[in-house]
């Protein structure tokens, strides 16, 4: 459903994403996995169609030049131009690095600030929805989003991006700055959202460890370069990553 075409991205002279091609199937979890810098947030971007309106904003106040070459093809159409907002409703959803959330608003309110384009219906679906796959949140639910942990932040963030209703839903490092045990409980949400909407997934993260063996698929990058590739499970028993990103 998703593909991109020999993707590269240069902030100013420094390439982020070097020739970068990589392919989505319908319902999978697909990983890209790579250390901080590794062009990661930027391939997020690029999918999502930000990486067009960062370019138009540092164009417009003469900053950096962002230069984007290659293609996203989304259901078969070359959407390498489509504006950000034109890709969210048409399925593509991006839950964006470290959770930004609105810390006043109650979990109730900030899904409904992400759901404000839908009708009253799906609204109310979608809160259903969210608070069926993640309980906490339905615990919380009138709670100041601020006072959450960041796990529960952080699912408040994805349950935000279910609301528009995506069919390829990107989360950029979901992992982050969560600990161990919370990790593990997000992994099992992930995949409850997995098998319970259908939605195709393409997660981006720095500790792979435990969401490697729960990837269809997944993408090893360094310095904007893919290394290496295969399924999650396999990738598990690989030396290369065991030594780069396991510690072992
Ligand atoms: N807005 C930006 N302006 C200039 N350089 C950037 C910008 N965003 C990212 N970079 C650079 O591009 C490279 C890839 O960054 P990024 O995509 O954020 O990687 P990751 O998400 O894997 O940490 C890094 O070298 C980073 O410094
Ligand atoms: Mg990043």
Redesign the pocket.
């Known amino acids: 459903m998703l593909a991109v075409k020999e993707l590269i991205?240069f902030?100013?002279n420094?390439i982020?994403?070097n020739d970068l091609s990589l392919e989505v199937k319908q319902g999978q979890i697909v990983g890209v996995i790579?250390?901080?810098?590794?062009?990661?947030?930027?391939?997020?971007?690029t999918i999502s169609g930000l990486i067009l309106d960062?370019r138009l904003k540092e164009r417009r106040k003469g900053g950096?030049r962002?230069t984007v070459m290659g293609q996203v093809f989304f259901e078969g159409a070359d959407i390498s131009q489509t504006p950000a907002y034109e890709r969210a409703r048409a399925g593509i959803v991006l839950c964006r690095?470290r959770h930004p959330i609105f810390p006043d608003s109650s979990v109730v309110e900030n899904l409904k600030i992400a759901g404000y384009l839908r009708t009253r219906a799906q609204v109310r679906q979608g809160l259903e929805q969210a608070f069926a796959l993640f309980p906490n949140l339905a615990r919380w639910r009138r709670r100041k989003a601020g006072f959450l942990s960041g796990g529960e932040q952080q699912m408040l963030a994805i349950g935000m991006a279910l609301m528009v209703g995506p069919k390829l839903l990107l989360l950029?490092?979901p992992l982050l700055g969560l600990s161990p045990a919370m990790q593990t409980q997000l992994v099992e949400a992930i995949k409850e959202v997995s098998s319970r909407t259908g939605v195709t997934l393409v997660i981006?993260e720095?500790f792979a460890r435990p969401l490697l063996p729960w990837l269809d698929f997944a993408y090893v990058?360094e310095?904007?370069m893919l290394t290496l590739t295969g399924p999650g499970p396999e990738l598990m028993t690989n030396p290369e990553i065991k030594s780069a990103y396991f510690g072992v």
């Open positions: 991205v902030y100013e420094a982020a994403v790579g250390s901080n810098s590794a062009g990661k947030t930027t391939l997020m971007n960062m950096q962002i690095e950029d490092e981006a720095q990058i310095n904007g």
